[in-house]
């Protein structure tokens, strides 16, 4: 038996923070997330550094480790060249599905969780002051998610020219559940939370989209990212539509017809635009949205999905925009899904980013 993943993944800025300095990579069958911090703009180029990296480097499950290391290097010697990141660093959780097995590379305070018949474990364990302390017996577990040094990291990528990596494998079957995500939402949810929204939704995109609102809802005080990873039977898909049972059905008369098909055409339009989504500009910042960049009859076939820091003029400024690029995102980008128009964010962002005005982060290692 062949075995596939099925994956679906989001991110937002939260609702205190000014800039996602978050990033998240899918790129079958590799699948990571990573959390920035060093402030001004080094948390998301450290991010998007050590995940471009990871994707340029790696080639198959063994080669999972060396990559980690090498995205290391890269945003340590990228913080050591350029004074304006000085000190800049990531957390990283990265995995790869080969076969039955799924290949774990961790360091930091993102997390992988395995949901399996329903119930929620952990697979990695955070690298912060406060979890040394739980593991010491000093703190419990409760005590831990209140503490105010929870966000102490003591291993990060780009600290140090080497680091310790939490490197293990996990047996996988059909019907598993794999959650990768960052401290915005282990930091607003707790594990009961994520577990019963994580069984509650079948679609993966959904449920990725879910628990970021679940922590917005929660305070949204960071930036937040889950990606969700089902294990499923090649060719079948956790979230297919079952077939509905036909029945024969009289329709009452004319109007009601009419009525009830102009409701299923409207119905069926917004399925179809739910399903497209496209990047452009809102207010001057390079923007998601969902639906087709077109009007008819006076109406938007969109909507905005997420605003971001990014300004037009600051891509224009920095050469990120070949020649023509800023009307076409003035005209709207069509993507093939919110993932991909995230990485059409990144691919900007890496291609140059003006300073912008410092936000506080994460507290730096110690």
């Not at 499923?232 to 017809?257: C, E, M, Y």
């Not at 891509?315 to 076409?328: I, P, R, S, T």
Request: proline share 4%; charged share 25%; with cysteine.
């Amino acid at each position: 038996m062949t075995l596939e993943i099925d994956a679906g993944a989001a991110t937002d800025v939260g609702r205190v923070r000014e800039r996602n300095e978050d990033g998240f990579l899918d790129r079958p069958p590799l699948y990571a997330v990573a959390d920035g911090l060093g402030g001004h703009r080094g948390g998301e180029v450290a991010s998007a550094l050590a995940l471009q990296t990871l994707a340029e480097r790696v080639k198959g499950p063994h080669d999972l480790v060396d990559a980690v290391h090498e995205a290391n290097r890269a945003v340590f010697d990228k913080q050591a060249r350029d004074p304006s990141v000085a000190g800049m660093g990531t957390t990283l959780t990265a995995v790869i599905v080969s076969g039955d097995e799924l290949y774990v590379a961790h360091v930091g305070d993102s997390r992988a969780y395995l949901l399996r018949d329903g119930e929620l474990k952990a697979l990695t364990e955070d690298h912060t002051l406060v979890q040394e302390l739980v593991n010491e017996g000093r703190l419990s577990a409760n005590e831990a998610r209140a503490h105010p040094q929870k966000n102490v990291l003591t291993r990060a990528l780009g600290i140090e020219d080497d680091t310790e990596i939490d490197e293990f494998n996990v047996a996988v079957r059909a019907g598993d559940r794999v959650l990768l995500c960052t401290d915005g939402l282990t930091g607003m949810l707790d594990d009961g939370d994520i577990r019963r929204t994580m069984n509650e939704e079948i679609n993966t995109q959904a449920t990725a989209r879910k628990l970021v609102d679940a922590a917005n809802d929660a305070g949204g005080i960071d930036n937040i990212t889950a990606v969700v990873l089902d294990v499923v039977t090649a060719g079948l898909q956790r979230h297919d539509v079952p077939k509905i049972r036909r029945r024969s059905f009289r329709w009452p008369n004319p109007v009601v017809a009419s009525l009830v098909i102009l409701a299923l055409c409207l119905f069926g339009i917004r399925v179809y635009l739910d399903g497209r989504w496209f990047v452009g500009v809102e207010r001057g910042h390079v923007a998601i949205f969902r639906g087709l960049p077109a009007t008819f009859a006076g109406i938007k076939m969109y909507g905005l999905s997420e605003e971001t820091d990014l300004t037009v003029e600051a891509l224009k400024q920095n050469g990120a925009l070949v020649e023509g690029g800023e009307d076409e995102l003035e005209q709207g980008i069509p993507v093939a899904s919110e993932a991909d128009a995230q990485r059409q964010i990144e691919t900007y962002r890496l291609g140059g980013i003006l300073p912008l005005s410092p936000t506080p982060s994460q507290s730096p290692v110690p």
